[in-house]
C-alpha cells in the first residue's frame, strides 16, 4: 500500500469565463509514473498550471504530500517538493547550463555537487556544454536542460508538460528513456502527453481527459488495447 | 590645449553622472520591459534632500541618509504605483510612471516653494584641484572612477551571485521563473532598490557641480541618461554606461566649442538629434538585444 503524494479533488479552472478544467479528480501514489493523455485543449495543461500555482482553480482542491496546497503561490509549491518541467521547455536562453541546473534548485541551501553530477550523469552532453548559454543548445538538448534543472529541486514529484513536444522521433526515446530511469532512481512522475504511445507505455497509470473532465482512467496497458483510446489516440484499431 | 583638458575632464565627469541615472532606467526595463518615467525625478528628490539633511547634520551622516531614504523611495513607488498593475498593458504602467513623476515635481514645489535650492559645497568633492594646469573640482576626477567601481560592483552581482541570477533570469521568463521557487516581487524590488541607490550617488556627484536645484531638475539629466540607456541599448547596463559617457563628452565638447561659433545653446538638441540618428541606423542601440527573441 502506497501513500499518495498527489491528490486532486473535484478541480475546477476557467479562465475569463471559459471553462477549461470542469471537476477533475485523480491522484499519484508515491513511486507511480501518472499520466494524463487528452487532445489539444482538452484542459490537461491548466490542471498542471493550477498544481504549481501559476493559475488559482475556481473551486476544488489538491493536497500534495498530504498539505492542502491549493492556491498556494510557486515558491510555496516548489520548496514542498513540486518541481515542473513547462511545455516549451523554456530553459532561460540566457543564463548557462550549468546556471539553468543551479537556478533549478534556488531555493535550496546545501551543496549542489552531488546533483550536479546525478544531472550530469543522465545527460553526458550538458556536461560537455557546461558554459554555453542555453540557447544555443538544440531542442533535445533543451528539453534534457529543462528535466536537468528540475531534478536540481530535488522533487517529491515531477511535474512534465509535453516533453516530446517538437523533438525528433530520435530524441523523444532519449527523453522517454531517461524518465524511466530517473522514476527507477525513485522520483515519482506526472507526465502530460499528447504522444499518447508513448506515454501509456512508461505509464503505471493513465487518465485520459477530454473537455475538461475525466474519461477514462486505468493501467498504462488496460488503456493501451482500449478500443476507443486506440482509435482517439493512437491512431490504429487492430495489434 | 590645457582648455581641451578641462572640457574632457568635465565630460568625462558628466557621463559618469548620467551613468549612474541610466542604470536604473535599464535595469527596470532589463526586467519589467517598463520606462520608468518617475526616475529622473527620484534622481531630483535625493538632491533636494542633500540640501535638507546637510543643513542639520554633518554631511558624514546626511549623505548615507540620501541614499537610504532613496532607495526607500524607489522601493515605495514600485510596490504602490506599479506593482498593482503587474497584470495591466504596459501602457498604463508608464502612465502611472509618468503620474509618480509629477507627483513627485509637485511634492518638490510644494516643499520648497519653487524656488531654486543650492546645494551645500561638498567638503572635499567640491574643493579645487589644479589637473594638467587647469583648475577643477575634486568631483570632477573622482566621478568616472567611483562610476567604474559600482558599475564592477554591480556587474559582479549580476553575474556571479544567486540574486543576479535570479535577476538574469526574471528579465527573460517570468512565469519560469516562479516555477523555479524565484519571488518575482522581491526580484524586483531589489532592481529599484540598486537603481535608486545609484540615482542617490548620482545626485551627489551631479549637483555639487550645479548652482542649484529647481522641482523640474530631474527631468534634464533624467532624459539624458534615459537617452544614454536607449542609445547603449536599453536592458544593457555596460551599453547604458557607455552611452551615458559618449553623450556626457559629446555634450561638453559642443558646449566648449568657441563662443563666436554660437552652438553651445544647441547642446541638449545635439544630444536628441544624437538619439534619433542612432536609432535609424541601429534599432536597437549598441548593445542592444535583437527585436525578435528566438523561440
Not at chain 1, 508515491?30 to 498542471?48: M, P, R, Y
Not at chain 1, 546545501?110 to 553526458?124: A, K, M, N, T
Not at chain 2, 541570477?165 to 516581487?185: P, Q
Request: hydrophobic content about 50%.
Amino acid at each position: 500500500m502506497s501513500e499518495e503524494v498527489l491528490k486532486i479533488a473535484d478541480l475546477q479552472v476557467s479562465y475569463g469565463g471559459i471553462e477549461a478544467v470542469r471537476g477533475i479528480s485523480f491522484d499519484v501514489k508515491a513511486g507511480e509514473i501518472v499520466t494524463l493523455i487528452g487532445a489539444n485543449g482538452a484542459g490537461k495543461s491548466s490542471t498542471l498550471r493550477t498544481i504549481s500555482g501559476l493559475v488559482k482553480p475556481a473551486s476544488g482542491k489538491v493536497i500534495f504530500d498530504g498539505e492542502d496546497i491549493t492556491g498556494k503561490d510557486p515558491t510555496a509549491i516548489v520548496s514542498k517538493g513540486l518541481m515542473m518541467v513547462p511545455e516549451g521547455r523554456r530553459i532561460f536562453p540566457n543564463l548557462t547550463v550549468l546556471e539553468n541546473l543551479k537556478i533549478g534548485a534556488y531555493l535550496r541551501k546545501d551543496d549542489l555537487e552531488s546533483d550536479i553530477e546525478r544531472v550530469y550523469g543522465y545527460f553526458p552532453r550538458l556536461r560537455e556544454r557546461s558554459w554555453q548559454e542555453g540557447g544555443t543548445l538544440s531542442g533535445g538538448e533543451q528539453q534534457m536542460l529543462a528535466v536537468g534543472r528540475a531534478l536540481m529541486g530535488r522533487p517529491k514529484l515531477l511535474m512534465m508538460d509535453e516533453p516530446s513536444l517538437g523533438l525528433a522521433p530520435i530524441v523523444v526515446q532519449d527523453i522517454f528513456e531517461i524518465i524511466r530511469q530517473i522514476h527507477a532512481a525513485g522520483t515519482t512522475v506526472l507526465l502530460i502527453e499528447q504522444n499518447a504511445n508513448m506515454a501509456l507505455h512508461v505509464a503505471d497509470r493513465a487518465y485520459v481527459i477530454e473537455n475538461g473532465k475525466i474519461a477514462m482512467e486505468g493501467t498504462g496497458s488496460e488503456l493501451l488495447s482500449d478500443e476507443k483510446v486506440r482509435a482517439a489516440y493512437l491512431g490504429t484499431t487492430a495489434n | 590645449m590645457e582648455y581641451v583638458i578641462s572640457v574632457l575632464l568635465s565630460g568625462v565627469s558628466v557621463g559618469g553622472q548620467y551613468a549612474l541615472i541610466a542604470i536604473g532606467y535599464t535595469l527596470v526595463y532589463g526586467i519589467l520591459r517598463l520606462i520608468n518615467f518617475a526616475h529622473g525625478d527620484v534622481f531630483m528628490v535625493a538632491g533636494l534632500m542633500g540640501i535638507y539633511f546637510t543643513a542639520t547634520l554633518p554631511v558624514s551622516e546626511s549623505l548615507p541618509l540620501v541614499v537610504i531614504l532613496t532607495v526607500v523611495l524607489g522601493f515605495t513607488i514600485e510596490r504602490a504605483a506599479y506593482k498593482p498593475l503587474r497584470n495591466a498593458p504596459r501602457m498604463s504602467v508608464m502612465i502611472s510612471a509618468i503620474g509618480v513623476s509629477y507627483l513627485l515635481q509637485n511634492t518638490a514645489t510644494y516643499v520648497t516653494g519653487g524656488q531654486p535650492m543650492t546645494y551645500p559645497s561638498i567638503p572635499f568633492l567640491s574643493n579645487t584641484i589644479g589637473v594638467a594646469g587647469t583648475q577643477t573640482k575634486w568631483v570632477v576626477i573622482i566621478t568616472p572612477f567611483l562610476v567604474l567601481a559600482l558599475v564592477f560592483a554591480l556587474s559582479l552581482l549580476i553575474n556571479r551571485t544567486k540574486v543576479g541570477m535570479a535577476m538574469r533570469a526574471v528579465s527573460k521568463d517570468f512565469e519560469t521563473s516562479r516555477l523555479m521557487g524565484i519571488r518575482i516581487n522581491s526580484v524586483i524590488s531589489i532592481t529599484f532598490i540598486i537603481g535608486s541607490a545609484l540615482a542617490a550617488v548620482g545626485s551627489v556627484l551631479f549637483f555639487t557641480n550645479y548652482p542649484a536645484i529647481t522641482p523640474t531638475a530631474g527631468a534634464m539629466p533624467g532624459l539624458k541618461a534615459f537617452v544614454a540607456a536607449v542609445f547603449g541599448g536599453i536592458g544593457s547596463i555596460p551599453g547604458a554606461v557607455i552611452g551615458a559617457f559618449l553623450i556626457g563628452i559629446c555634450e561638453t565638447i559642443i558646449k566648449g566649442l568657441p563662443s563666436s561659433w554660437d552652438v553651445s545653446v544647441f547642446s541638449d538638441a545635439f544630444t536628441f538629434a544624437l538619439l534619433i540618428v542612432i536609432l535609424i541606423f541601429k534599432p536597437q542601440g549598441l548593445f542592444g538585444e535583437a527585436a525578435t527573441d528566438k523561440v
